[in-house]
């Protein structure tokens, strides 16, 4: 009931195509969801959240989409460029007593945007 | 402004030995957590302080141990190293309360011989 399941493990996208990375969750109590982006050798970065409150949110270039009644969440990249390269995380994470936070992550999908 | 940073970037130990490394959170920030992650594959989480007590705890045994200094700065500490605990160990920090963001470092590589 803790995991989030990521897919797909790695994606291959043109130059100015859009990039769509897939999260599924099954704890209900998750309410916050973010996504970071991580290059090889830094910590993940993050790049845009979401509550379940909310279908969709909107930043530059990314979007989250959120279906709160299948469970699902996902991650558009639109006009994907290659300095998009990298691996991408997305998490839940679950509000306990004291206001402590835990991230629960998923597997992690490494994009390749070609030139 | 400067970000969460960690120390060291990389280490090598051999199994049964200890390690700590440290971590100082973001200006402002009294909430760290450490994670460990597996080349491959997502963090997992290990530990949250704030205000130097611990407020959550992953599934780790307890040989990993933290504590949170006045500072807001923290250590994590390791003993009896085993192979498997070979990862990249990251701190994050964020402010307390409701879903606030937690900011990473670039954590340090730690190598098990």
């Known amino acids: 009931q803790q995991q989030v399941k990521q897919s797909p493990q790695s994606l291959i996208v043109q130059k100015g195509g859009i990039s769509i990375i897939n999260c599924a969750y099954e704890?209900?109590?998750?309410?916050?969801f973010p996504w970071y982006q991580q290059f090889p050798g830094k910590g993940p970065a993050l790049l845009i959240a979401i509550r379940p409150d909310v279908s969709e949110k909107k930043e530059g270039r990314f979007t989250i989409s959120f279906n709160k009644s299948a469970k699902q969440f996902s991650l558009h990249i639109m006009d994907s460029q290659p300095g998009d390269s990298a691996t991408y995380f997305c998490?839940?994470?679950?509000?306990?007593?004291?206001?402590?936070?835990?991230?629960?992550f998923g597997q992690g999908t490494r994009l390749t945007i070609n030139p | 402004d400067a970000g969460v940073t960690q120390s060291p970037t990389h280490l090598i130990k051999t199994r049964g030995q200890h390690v700590t490394l440290r971590c100082s959170p973001i200006s402002g920030h009294k909430s760290v957590s450490w994670y460990q992650q597996v080349l491959g594959q997502g963090p997992q989480f290990i530990f949250q302080y704030y205000e130097k007590e611990e407020r959550g705890r992953g599934n780790f045994p307890d040989r990993f141990s933290a504590r949170q200094f006045p500072n807001y700065s923290s250590e994590l500490n390791v003993n009896a190293l085993l192979l498997g605990d070979s990862a990249l160990y990251l701190c994050a920090s964020s402010l307390q309360g409701s879903n606030q963001p937690q900011h990473f470092g670039d954590g340090t590589r730690l190598s098990i011989l």
């Open positions: 704890n209900t109590a998750f309410d916050y």
């Open positions: 998490a839940a994470s679950l509000i306990r007593v004291q206001g402590a936070q835990k991230l629960v």
